[in-house]
């Protein structure tokens, strides 16, 4: 999954608010994804300093003991100022964190800022750690793969979440071998997800605290120029079907109006099979004003390959993120051919 809206914020030179088209395809010094990616682990969990963008991003679906649903984001974004390694104040790393937290009635969220080099945010392979202040995600596997248990945390000035994370299933790749292609161009990210996290801890809200659990999805990606020119924003869906089946699928809207399209379809036993541009339409049902903006909140996702016809609508249609470049995130449910829920990105709507 690409974050495309907020790391212009953290690069040099203007910020394009609606998204990474304005860094152009020029990534001088940095590396640029190729196909046929090899990942090693527990190093690829870890920083790319020679890529020059890249994030930890973690959605969770959870339900209180009275059925009550709610949704989290957990965001460290990563960028380079120039492909150099140094310590301390000349590290070229830049963070920034965000922290979500939606309930039926409310959304809340976070953000930090912070450089990298002086110990206030980075990220460490082995043993797993990812960090921003005081917001963490640790791992607490013992044995197999660093991912395969998780703590969280994060807090904002109205909301904290403290969860643990425990992985069902194994990592999956997108695209060809986690080699993903976002435009027709061939611009493109190295992307993989772990799918299958079950979850249980406690949320903090204003009237108390909250027990839950649920299911989290990660996803890990980096890049140094993934978008062509013409591209102006971002839908992305992660779905969880009745039979344990997940599935991954975004848009990426060009300014006439077109969408290059992708996805993934994972089996309950993490058999995945990629689908390129045009095999998932995505079409906008109703929008909501939120933020002073047209927010397409419910949409209509159409897989033919895979007898797909749902239409999704959010758990709060106000989910949106006041961060330095605003965008919409939160939890979703969809009916129609199957049933399930899921979490929904969307950027670059002004």
């Known amino acids: 999954m690409l974050r495309y ?9 203007p910020a394009h608010p609606q998204g990474f088209a304005g860094l152009g395809t020029d990534a001088p010094g940095f590396a640029v994804p190729a196909p046929d990616p090899t990942f090693t682990f527990p190093d690829d969990h870890g920083p790319h300093s020679d890529y020059r963008i890249e994030w930890w991003y973690l959605t969770a679906t959870l339900q209180g003991a009275d059925g009550t649903r709610y949704g989290i984001q957990w965001t460290l974004f990563r960028s380079a100022l120039a492909p150099v390694e140094a310590d301390g104040w000349d590290a070229p790393q830049l963070f920034m964190g965000h922290a979500g937290l939606t309930t039926p009635a409310a959304h809340y969220s976070a ?27 640790t791992s607490t596997a013992n044995g197999g793969d660093a991912l395969d248990a998780l703590t969280l945390t994060a807090r904002g ?22 080699y993903s292609v976002k435009s027709a161009e061939g611009q493109a990210s190295y992307y993989y997800s772990q799918p299958f996290y079950e979850v249980a801890g406690v949320l903090e809200l204003p009237d108390g605290s909250v027990p839950v659990t649920g299911t989290a999805w990660l996803d890990r990606e980096w890049s140094s120029q993934p978008l062509s020119d013409d591209q102006a924003g971002w839908d992305w869906f992660s779905l969880q079907l009745p039979d344990g089946a997940r599935m991954m699928a975004f848009g990426l809207r060009d300014r006439q109006g077109g969408s290059f399209t992708s996805a993934t379809w994972i089996d309950a036993d993490g058999t995945t099979q990629s689908y390129g541009d045009g095999h998932v339409i995505l079409t906008p049902q109703a929008t909501t004003e939120v933020a002073g903006r047209s927010i397409p909140t419910e949409w209509r996702l159409t897989f033919p390959e895979r007898e797909v016809d749902i239409v999704t609508t959010p758990l709060n249609a106000q989910s949106w993120m006041e961060a330095s470049f605003g965008y919409w995130e939160g939890p979703i449910a969809f009916t129609g ?8 990105e969307m950027t670059g709507y002004e």
């Open 157 to 178: 000035a109205d909301f904290a979440y403290d969860l643990a994370l425990v992985a069902t299933g194994p990592i999956v790749f997108h695209g060809d071998g986690g």
């Open 111 to 137: 953000e930090r800022l912070a450089r990298g080099g002086i110990g206030q945010a980075g990220v460490i392979a082995d043993p797993f750690r990812a960090f921003i202040d005081d917001w963490h995600m």
């Open 337 to 344: 051919s199957h049933q399930g829920i899921g979490y929904l």
């Open 5 to 13: 809206l907020v790391i212009p914020l953290l690069l040099a030179g």
